[in-house]
């Protein structure tokens, strides 16, 4: 999406590690308008395949979940992080590691929010290695609810996790495709 | 706001200990076109006032104050909790109690998101005691920004801190206040 790539390349910043640093308008500061129209974008691609929920996972990616669910004048749920098994059988819970962080979550979720009936879209602010995203699938495979696709704002191209959910034929939108960031330089994917 | 109050009293759960759990509606699960009047709502209120930044605090206030930005076409910040405090001179941060969980948090922003030229709404989606709106409040405080009003979806009136902000001048706008809890009944304020 030619109008996010101008916003990453102008705003974005590329630090040591590989880290794209885009906190200033789509992370912990976001521009509602902005992301508005990213979230039409997601809804004109997905708007045949009878989603009435989206599923994310806390925390930044919310903001944008929800402002999606709003297009698609639906419900949001979010998954819990924590620490902690829980075992009275009231939530669905995946591991879900962190790439960046090296740590191991477990997400949650209360079961009364997803079921079979549901036909979900998966959205994430980010997509790198896909663990965050392969959690939130063992959610929905749990619940028994339709996956209908994955969406995300920005993806990693060089970290191959959002190649590995095309090859499984899923229904991937990124609007924004990073493969390479070089000397600062970033190189999107060519659709 | 009648709208609310009728959706609390319908869906909400009263569970001991003056817990009142909205879970299904207002917080982990959200209707976004819902929770869309309520921050037109809060738009109505403060129009007048020149807000262009929405301030919260991760996690559960992050879609609402991202669904009212989108009213006033502004930008949102949410302030992060984190264990230890930064030392580097980069962040504004505040100690923020945790009056359910008995649990001291920091909060912190990146100073870059937030300066004097600011006019800032805080939205939370509860308020109980307000020690949430009490470091927000530190927050604006340092950053020299101005603080034109707050804003919740639920205040537990009984429980003071909405009318400590009253007391002091400010403008508070809470969409439904709840007073009293008994019995699984639920007692609104009146306006």
Chains 1, 2 share one sequence.
């Not at 308008?33 to 009435?52: Q, T």
């Not at 939530?91 to 949650?108: D, G, M, P």
């Not at 879209?121 to 994955?150: K, M, W, Y």
Request: overall charge positive; aromatic content about 6%.
């Amino acid at each position: 999406m030619e109008l996010l790539e101008r916003e990453i390349e102008k705003k974005g910043k590329v630090l040591p590690g590989n880290i794209l640093k885009v906190g200033s308008f789509l992370n912990q500061q976001m521009d509602a308008e902005f992301v508005s129209k990213l979230a039409k974008e997601i809804y004109n691609h997905f708007k045949d395949k009878n989603i009435n929920k989206i599923l994310t996972v806390e925390a930044s990616g919310i903001a944008f979940a929800i402002l999606v669910a709003k297009e698609f004048k639906c419900k949001m749920v979010f998954a819990k992080k924590s620490q902690a098994l829980n075992a009275d059988g009231s939530l669905y819970q995946a591991r879900c590691e962190s790439f960046t962080r090296k740590t191991v979550n477990n997400i949650t979720l209360p079961k009364e929010y997803l079921d079979k009936d549901d036909v979900v879209l998966i959205v994430d602010d980010f997509l790198a290695v896909g663990n965050a995203i392969t959690a939130l699938r063992e959610i929905i495979s749990q619940s028994g609810a339709t996956l209908a696709g994955v969406t995300t704002i920005v993806e990693k191209g060089f970290q191959k996790g959002g190649d590995k959910l095309r090859e499984e034929g899923i229904d991937l939108l990124s609007l924004a495709i990073v493969d390479k960031m070089e000397d600062g330089k970033i190189t999107f994917r060519k659709n």
